[in-house]
């Protein structure tokens, strides 16, 4: 495979990894996060010390960059997850920024300077891999008591506690998978990029990764993945545009937005069994359409 489409293929895996956690929390129980470049800063920080300081193997030391993040999150939500509405999301921001701040004045992890010297542990098969297991995992909690609780959530919070649901452990349990996938995403790309910077966490990619829950279509894990996919690919693509590459890329998403706010996929998931209606039902539909040809030509 060539190296270029190889790089961005494990970039998008990467991004797959937070976003998929990210759809948990905002397409699936409703809470919009605007802080989990700080989930993926603490993931990656950890891994990186465990792997170059402590040389632990590869894997382990994503599960516990995962697992610090998830510790993180539930300190942060006991305090936060009682805010509503826009509040959350505010104080989501304030949250990945501070980390940010906090690792600009930490010498031990290279400050402002960054961190040099990381391993290369990060390839396109272990990405896969661990998207595969990311995927399976979250389907399986949709699916479950549990995602049917956070789903209800999302469409009404008071009706919800009114027939008996624990709103807000439903809300910390979500908050901590989706910061643990945000804390392993952060792993991978320190063993990817092999250097860690704290401005690689900032606000503009909290944001990246909220656009890209959105342009995939809110509820849908089929339509995280695909706009992993397009919305990493894309400034590559528009990269022979050079300074106005960006431009395009934000145009590109708001006439996706604009045209279809529910995003690529909506809640659609493209699972085997909804493959094979959409199929039959375009067979009928092009039945249907000869028929009707057919019958004008008789007329």
Not at 29 to 44: D, E, K, N, P
Not at 241 to 264: D, K, N, T
């Amino acid at each position: 495979m060539n190296t270029y489409i190889e790089g961005i293929l494990i970039l998008a895996g990467i991004n797959l990894m937070a976003v998929l956690g990210l759809s948990l929390l905002t397409g699936f129980t409703g809470l919009f996060s605007f802080g989990h470049a700080g989930f993926m800063a603490i993931g990656g920080y950890t891994s990186a010390m465990l792997t170059v300081k402590f040389h632990w193997p590869f894997i382990p030391a994503l599960l516990v960059g995962g697992l610090v993040a998830a510790l993180f999150s539930a300190i942060i939500g006991k305090v936060t997850l009682n805010l509503k509405g826009d509040y959350f999301c505010i104080a989501t921001l304030g949250f990945g920024e501070a980390i940010r701040l906090i690792l600009d004045n930490v010498q031990y992890f290279g400050g402002a300077r960054g961190w040099p010297g990381i391993p290369n542990y990060t390839n396109l098969w272990n990405v896969l891999g661990i998207n595969l297991v990311a995927v399976l995992v979250l389907a399986n909690l949709i699916r479950s008591r549990h995602g049917r609780n956070m789903i209800a959530i999302r469409e009404e919070e008071l009706a919800s506690q009114i027939v008996g649901i624990n709103v807000f452990k439903h809300k910390i349990t979500s908050l901590m998978i989706s910061a643990s996938y945000a804390g392993i995403a952060g792993g991978l790309m320190a063993h990817y990029m092999t250097f860690l910077q704290p401005k690689m966490f900032s606000l503009v990619k909290s944001t990246e990764l909220t656009i890209i829950v959105i342009f995939g279509g809110l509820g849908s894990i089929s339509g995280s993945v695909l706009g992993a996919l397009v919305l990493t690919a894309l400034p590559e693509v528009l990269r022979s545009f050079s300074q106005w590459r960006l431009v395009c890329y934000g145009l590109a998403v708001i006439i996706i937005m604009i045209s279809r706010p529910e995003g690529l996929l909506g809640g659609y998931e493209l699972t085997p069994s909804s493959m094979k209606k959409l199929y039959n039902r375009l067979r009928l539909k092009k039945q249907a359409g000869k028929q009707g040809l057919e019958g004008g030509d008789i007329q």
